[in-house]
């Protein structure tokens, strides 16, 4: 079958012809319970998939060669399509077919397409869960997304304002990123630039005093900026950390606010919770209420999408094999 393959860490994968999986069982050692394989629809494109295979994930690196891709939406050999996260190594998303731990698919909701669909796995999740699950919005809360022109982003602020969030702002490091973030609806839009000082004082004046809850894809300056203007027992959300891996954090301000750092993935969450979200998701982006870009290229084109998603492209990427 065609699959893309990381034959080295920090490089681009190749499309290459493999052996497809076996037929559903022991597909590897380190797979707990039984497995099964399904057809390739879609294979989502997201940060962890770049951060995996440099070779430095926090969770480990995946022995060479190996077929990268967590998550997809397939066939299962009953018809049946399903949304997948977890797609299990060697055989990752980005091929014709992957494996998945048995039952593990949460079937498509009638009504929307694999294409759009896609885009509320695991980015529409990590956003959804962040601000409901994980930070428990309440009403007329202000709300601080780092990060939010791209896909955790920008639906994690339109969460945010379906939640009854008092003001949302949206931190984005392009003019262009900044203007999406005010057409989705954000109270206002600031850059990411800038040292810590200047981070605080456009925090500060854009949230009007403060943050009670900051969802955040970026870490480093912009988040360490953030959590010393939060509110009272303010909750910063941590989604990812694109804009580094460490954030000079000022111990003072955690103390005297009683602030929480929570960290967060989408696997913690319960699966009914999991499968309610991208249920709820799925059916507002069919009824209009819910928005978010996806742009479905080529399998082949899998070293493309790979450098624009380096890039922060600002909308979902996905694959059709």
Same mark, same amino acid.
């Given at each position: ?8 860490? +920090?490089?681009?994968?190749?499309? !290459? ?36 295979? =440099? *070779? ?29 996260? &977890? ?16 039952? =593990? +698919? ?17 980015? +529409? ?23 939010? %022109?791209? %896909? ?15 003001? !949302? ?5 392009? #003019?262009?990123?900044? #203007? ?10 600031? %850059? ?27 870490? *480093? ?12 027992? &303010?909750?910063?959300?941590?989604? +990812? ?31 009914? !919770? ?13 009824? *209009?209420?819910?928005?978010? #870009? ?17 890039? =922060? ?9």
């Amino acid at each position: 079958m065609r699959a893309a393959q990381v034959t080295a860490y +920090g490089q681009a994968p190749e499309l !290459v012809e493999v052996d497809p999986p076996g037929e559903p069982g022991p597909f590897s050692e380190s797979m707990a319970g039984p497995a099964e394989t399904v057809e390739v629809l879609i294979a989502g494109i997201n940060p962890v998939d770049l951060a995996i295979a =440099s *070779g430095k994930f926090d969770a480990g690196a995946p022995p060479l060669p190996y077929g990268p891709g967590m998550e997809g939406i397939g066939r299962m050999a009953d018809g049946e399509i399903v949304w997948f996260e &977890g797609a299990h190594f060697p055989w990752g998303s980005m091929a014709e077919r992957a494996v998945i731990s048995e039952g =593990s +698919g949460i079937t498509l909701p009638s009504g929307i397409e694999p294409e759009r669909a896609i885009g509320f796995g695991t980015a +529409g999740m990590a956003a959804w869960l962040s601000v409901d699950w994980r930070g428990q919005l309440k009403d007329e809360e202000t709300v601080l997304i780092l990060g939010a %022109s791209g %896909s955790v982003g920008q639906v994690a602020l339109q969460a945010a304002r379906m939640m009854n969030a008092g003001r !949302v702002v949206g931190m984005a490091r392009s #003019e262009a990123g900044r #203007e999406k973030v005010l057409a989705l609806g954000a109270d206002a839009a600031i %850059s990411s630039d800038g040292e810590v000082g200047e981070l605080k004082d456009r925090i500060h004046e854009a949230t009007e005093g403060g943050p009670d809850l900051v969802i955040d894809g970026l870490w *480093g300056l912009p988040a360490a900026a953030a959590l010393q203007t939060m509110k009272p027992q &303010g909750r910063l959300v941590q989604v +990812g950390n694109s804009a580094g891996i460490e954030a000079p954090i000022v111990a003072g301000p955690l103390r005297g606010g009683s602030v929480s750092v929570l960290g967060f993935r989408n696997f913690w969450a319960p699966r009914e !919770v999991r499968v309610a979200t991208f249920e709820r998701m799925c059916s507002m982006a069919t009824s *209009g209420d819910l928005e978010l #870009e996806v742009e479905v290229l080529p399998l082949e084109s899998v070293a493309e999408a790979w450098d624009r998603q380096s890039r =922060s492209p600002g909308h979902k990427l996905a694959l059709r094999p």
